[in-house]
């Protein structure tokens, strides 16, 4: 338990110990970086794909006349 206490205080970017101001950063330097990353699309959520509603729909039948 001691171990993910000291990892949640160390900064994700540059592993030295986080400011209550910058938190979970050591500096704006480092939130910089971060949301840099993000931005930049380095940084992204895994998401699975959707299917598309309309797709899956067969194609509207003909009337006859």
Same mark, same amino acid.
């Not at 205080?9 to 971060?34: G, M, N, Q, T």
């Given at each position: 338990?001691? +171990?993910?206490?000291? =990892?949640?205080?160390?900064?994700p970017?540059? *592993?030295?110990?986080?400011?209550?101001r &910058?938190?979970? &950063?050591c500096? =704006? *330097?480092?939130? +910089?970086? +971060?949301?840099? *990353?993000?931005l930049s +699309?380095?940084?992204?959520?895994?998401?699975?794909e959707?299917?598309?509603?309309?797709?899956?729909?067969?194609p509207?039948?003909?009337?006859?006349?």
């Amino acid at each position: 338990m001691a +171990d993910a206490s000291l =990892r949640a205080k160390l900064c994700p970017i540059c *592993r030295k110990p986080a400011v209550e101001r &910058f938190r979970p &950063f050591c500096s =704006r *330097r480092c939130a +910089d970086v +971060d949301l840099n *990353r993000w931005l930049s +699309d380095i940084y992204a959520v895994p998401a699975a794909e959707q299917d598309d509603p309309e797709a899956e729909q067969p194609p509207p039948r003909k009337e006859e006349e």
